[in-house]
């Protein structure tokens, strides 16, 4: 006789508070920002140097690189979303990208405002170029694209600004994400 499990399994009358599984599961791990990590750490210098009043004198560098355009000749946030596909998210795209900018503007007086923005951007980047843009360029459809961009960017990113001195929402993070696309960072075709 074989130890093996035999190819089909009965599960009824099974109670649980998570999955139960008939074969095979994949669970995918994404990296987040961890709150015990930097992220926590630069949001209590934050809070140190807003009570001091410690402004910063100059942008840092890591920040900077983001505001300034990839690409020699830039070609518009509009034309990037009609290129790939995305005509109708236009207004919602500008409108983000524009209160993002805003609120980039007003909460980087502090230096370790900066690096935390600089840190998430980087983070959006980094997930966009190697699991968003790879299956963009797949073909794959558009609600996948979006389901994934949810899982990785948005809801990590909101999870650990929301409760912050930012006050991070969806909306701002897809700020954020159409920032780094006006800015040649994020591509969509």
């Known amino acids: 006789?074989?130890?093996?499990?035999?190819?089909?399994?009965?599960?009824?009358g099974n109670t649980a508070g998570g999955n139960i599984i008939g074969g095979n599961?994949?669970?995918l791990t994404l990296g987040t920002l961890s709150p015990t990590g930097v992220l926590s750490q630069l949001l209590e210098k934050l809070v140190k140097e807003q009570k001091a009043d410690l402004r910063a004198q100059s942008i840092i560098e890591e920040l900077?690189?983001?505001h300034e355009p990839q690409e020699t000749v830039p070609i518009g946030l509009t034309t990037?979303?009609?290129r790939g596909g995305r005509n109708d998210l236009i207004p919602f795209a500008t409108e983000a990208k524009e209160r993002?900018?805003?609120k980039l503007a007003k909460e980087t007086l502090f230096e370790s405002a900066q690096e935390i923005h600089a840190l998430v951007l980087s983070r959006i980047y980094s997930v966009f170029s190697t699991q968003i843009s790879p299956l963009i360029k797949s073909g794959a459809d558009r609600q996948a694209v979006d389901a994934l961009i949810r899982i990785q960017i948005i809801e990590p990113i909101v999870?650990?600004?929301?409760?912050t001195?930012?006050?991070y929402y969806d909306e701002h993070v897809y700020g954020m994400i159409y920032y780094l696309t006006g800015n040649c960072y994020v591509k969509w075709d």
């Open 100 to 102: 993002f900018a805003k």
């Open 159 to 163: 999870l650990e600004l929301q409760n």
């Open 64 to 66: 900077k690189r983001f």
């Open 80 to 82: 990037k979303l009609e």
């Open 1 to 12: 006789m074989s130890n093996l499990p035999s190819s089909s399994v009965t599960q009824s």
């Open 165 to 167: 001195p930012f006050r």
């Open 25 to 27: 599961q994949t669970n």
